[in-house]
């Protein structure tokens, strides 16, 4: 079973990917930078992380957005993980045109009103070409 990781500080959203793709993936949540920060060495085992663009930080964290959480997680971890960069602010369409030149580092973006059928569908596209590198 594939293993995810969603930094997303909506816990509704994150619910209810969380209830959708339970079947197929074993499901983590991270709703403050921080958390999933401290939780760096431990976030080797993910196989896949949905990464929310616009992430509000508490008093004592740093200013940092989805885009930096990307580069960090491409940079940090042994193995360069697949990370999806999300959000509500922008459609797809938007995404498509713009994803690449906002954050190059991201494996592919999703906008949150695309469906979670689309997010699954994106979701295995990016796995299938991962595990067979691997091997």
Not at 42 to 59: E, G, H, K, M
Not at 88 to 102: F, I, T
Request: negative net charge.
């Amino acid at each position: 079973m594939y293993k995810v990781a969603i930094l997303d500080d909506d816990e509704h959203w994150c619910r209810i990917v969380q209830r959708f793709l339970k079947e197929e993936y074993a499901v983590a949540t991270y709703k403050s930078v921080s958390s999933f920060l401290w939780e760096l060495d431990v976030l080797n085992q993910y196989d896949i992380f949905l990464v929310d663009f616009v992430l509000p930080t508490a008093r004592h964290e740093l200013n940092t957005d989805g885009m930096e959480i990307v580069t960090a997680l491409k940079r940090r971890l042994p193995r360069s993980p697949v990370v999806i960069l999300v959000t509500a602010y922008m459609s797809m369409n938007e995404l498509e045109v713009h994803g690449k030149q906002m954050c190059p580092e991201a494996d592919a973006f999703f906008a949150k009103d695309a469906g979670l059928e689309i997010l699954a569908h994106q979701m295995k596209q990016l796995l299938i070409p991962a595990k067979t590198e691997d091997s």
